[in-house]
């Protein structure tokens, strides 16, 4: 099999000339920074398709984390309980507001958090829960919001890869004390870089907005800002995109389904590879991106694999990196002798394949093929 003519990337997103025009009416209205009116819109109907009564977009997914920490009050020592598979955004959301992450295992089945391990981590200093929703299946909702409830704790739901995903009969995304989303490329509404945090309690949401903006002074004296925050803010450019792709949502959920149930059908039978099922009783997977997992079993390892898929022109991408391994955080004694072995072995041994909106047909056919050959 000769390789395909040209280089098929990891993420292609996929946007119209009528987004174009959105953004070019952006710009030509004059209104570019955060102040124009589209950033509200975009909040208030995303919040709405979420069912959230508030929303607050920042400049990206870390920051809304990031923000979503200190919005809670988190302070010093409190500890904050996170999977160890996962983008490292949430764990530097935890440490960058002082407060100490605790690492659980994930599930080796949905490569979500191993709900079972977590009250087993649960102290007195325990705050709150981080969690993200990993590749295209939700965690188990009512399981995780009985635990919440049962200690006291805060629910800080990572969507970011998850837009769209129902669990049951709801969207994730609509669980969090505080829940974020991302609209970096990748995602399933990008705006380039992007994120939002969604609140259905007022008086968070205003600390939420406060943190984003530099906490500018409160009453006559703007400039005396009355505590340290950010300028996450995002721009009505940005929001315009995201407003004009929110109108085809349902569209958008629907072919990354296909793309991603396209690559199921056709490799649930290969015996030496792990992906995630396409089912669970509480959600459908939406695919955010395909990921293998190749089994101890295999003759080939996931390093050749992807030489060989990037000889061919086809682009992938290697799993996150367990977070307890992290050289950026040696330094903190968190995790020390630290073992997850979920967590470490689809970390080494999974990677995702080509799985963005642009991706066409005679790519899909091509890179499912070309996988098939070298996994026979
Ligand atoms: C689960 C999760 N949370 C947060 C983020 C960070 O989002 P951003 O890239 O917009 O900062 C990502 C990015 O892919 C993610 O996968």
């Given at each position: 099999m000769t390789k395909y003519k040209k280089f098929i990337p990891v993420n292609t997103p996929l946007l119209n000339n009528s987004d174009a025009l959105a953004v070019f009416k952006a710009i030509k209205s004059g209104w570019?920074?955060?102040?124009?009116?589209d950033v509200k819109e975009f909040e208030i109907k995303l919040a709405k398709f979420l069912n959230r009564k508030f929303g607050c977009a920042v400049s990206s997914g870390t920051a809304a984390l990031e923000v979503a920490i200190k919005a809670l009050g988190l302070k010093k020592n409190d500890e904050v309980i996170m999977p160890?598979?996962?983008?490292i955004s949430n764990v530097n959301a935890i440490i960058k507001n002082s407060a100490k992450p605790v690492l659980i295992d994930v599930d080796i089945?949905?490569?979500?958090?191993?709900?079972?391990?977590?009250e087993k981590k649960i102290t007195n200093k325990t705050k709150c829960i981080m969690l993200p929703h990993i590749y295209g299946l939700s965690n188990d909702m009512d399981k995780i919001l009985k635990i919440v409830k049962k200690y006291n704790l805060y629910l800080i739901e990572d969507a970011a890869e998850v837009?769209?995903?129902?669990y049951k009969k709801k969207?994730?995304?609509?669980?969090?004390?505080i829940s974020v989303l991302s609209f970096y490329a990748?995602?399933?509404?990008?705006?380039g870089e992007g994120g939002m945090l969604l609140t259905d309690n007022r008086l968070i949401n205003k600390k939420i907005r406060d943190y984003r903006n530099l906490?500018?002074?409160?009453?006559?004296?703007?400039?005396?800002?009355y505590d340290i925050g950010w300028n996450y803010r995002y721009t009505n450019i940005q929001a315009a995109l995201g407003l004009n792709q929110l109108k085809r949502i349902k569209q958008i959920i629907k072919r990354k389904y296909e793309i991603g149930n396209y690559y199921y059908q056709n490799f649930k039978?290969?015996?030496?590879i792990i992906i995630q099922p396409p089912k669970l009783s509480y959600c459908k997977n939406i695919y955010w991106v395909f990921g293998i997992v190749i089994k101890k079993?295999?003759?080939?390892s996931a390093k050749k694999i992807t030489q060989k898929l990037l000889k061919k022109n086809i682009g992938t991408r290697p799993f996150f990196w367990p977070i307890h391994k992290q050289d950026a955080l040696k330094?903190?004694?968190?995790?020390?002798?630290?073992?997850?072995k979920n967590s470490e072995f689809i970390s080494k041994n999974g990677f995702y394949l080509?799985?963005?909106?642009?991706?066409t047909l005679k790519e899909l056919k091509f890179i499912k093929n070309t996988l098939i050959n070298i996994l026979k």
């Open positions: 570019v920074s955060s102040e124009g009116p160890s598979f996962t983008i089945k949905t490569w979500n958090i191993k709900i079972e391990d977590i837009l769209g995903l129902k969207y994730c995304g609509s669980f969090g004390d990748n995602k399933h509404i990008t705006t906490c500018f002074g409160l009453k006559n004296n703007r400039f005396n800002h039978n290969i015996k030496d079993s295999s003759k080939i330094k903190y004694s968190y995790f020390k002798n630290l073992k997850l080509p799985s963005g909106l642009g991706l």
